[in-house]
């Protein structure tokens, strides 16, 4: 049985496996000015195991502490220690160069920069990727669920919001001739889906298929 010593010990040793484990996910990919999508897809990633990505969408503004709720001073609190950690992090995946003139910006304020300062080069490979996608078909022999995954994962790795009737179209494109009665039923129904509900309604029309010998 654990003395109390040795599970303060084990526990710090888990804590330092899990940090070192997140650094090391962090440092795969180093932000050079040309890598922009690469290294923020990474970054939101490795966030997103701290519940920690929201320091990038949300903007840090000062409270007043003496009209504030002990609620909002402590939710405050908690946003100014992860807006810290993650500023660090990023920094500390940049090149040096970098490194010295964001060094100074928070996490909020360094994503919107980088935004629109790259906007262009991340238009230009969105575009490339939709095309890839639009020309796309489902290759011989793949399941449909692996077929979607690769599809939607090379989407999210844009870091841009996409319409998910759009997601679904170029999905449904995508798909084989013997999908297609599958599509036409689909288009005739009407029926407003999710991403996640049309991989289902796949999934269903995959078996059917092998059922049939497809």
């Known amino acids: 049985m654990l003395t109390s010593n040795n599970a303060s010990d084990s ?17 795969k990919v180093t932000f050079n000015g040309s890598n922009f999508n690469d290294w923020m897809h990474n970054i ?9 990505e929201y320091v990038l969408n949300k903007e840090l503004n000062e409270i007043d502490e003496s009209k504030d709720t002990p609620d909002e001073i402590a939710e405050y609190r908690a946003h100014c220690k992860d807006v810290t950690k993650v500023s660090y992090i990023m920094v500390a995946t940049m090149t040096p160069e970098l490194q010295l003139f964001y060094e100074d910006y928070w996490p909020y304020e360094t994503c919107k920069e980088l935004m629109e300062k790259y906007h262009q080069r991340s238009l230009q490979e969105r575009y490339k990727i939709v095309n890839s996608l639009i020309i796309t078909k489902m290759k011989d022999g793949e399941s449909v669920t692996t ?21 679904i179209d170029i999905v449904l494109h995508s798909l084989p001739s013997f999908y297609d009665q599958f599509k036409l039923t689909y288009h005739l129904k009407k029926k407003e889906v999710t991403l996640s509900q049309l991989q289902g309604l796949l999934r269903t029309a995959e078996s059917g298929l092998k059922t049939k010998g497809i």
């Open 147 to 167: 077929h979607l995954q690769r599809n939607v994962d090379r989407l999210q790795k844009l870091n841009v919001n996409f319409d998910e009737e759009l997601v």
């Open 44 to 52: 939101r990633m490795a966030l997103r195991l701290e519940d920690k």
């Open 11 to 27: 526990s710090n040793n888990n804590n330092s496996l899990n940090t070192f484990s997140l650094l090391s996910i962090y440092a």
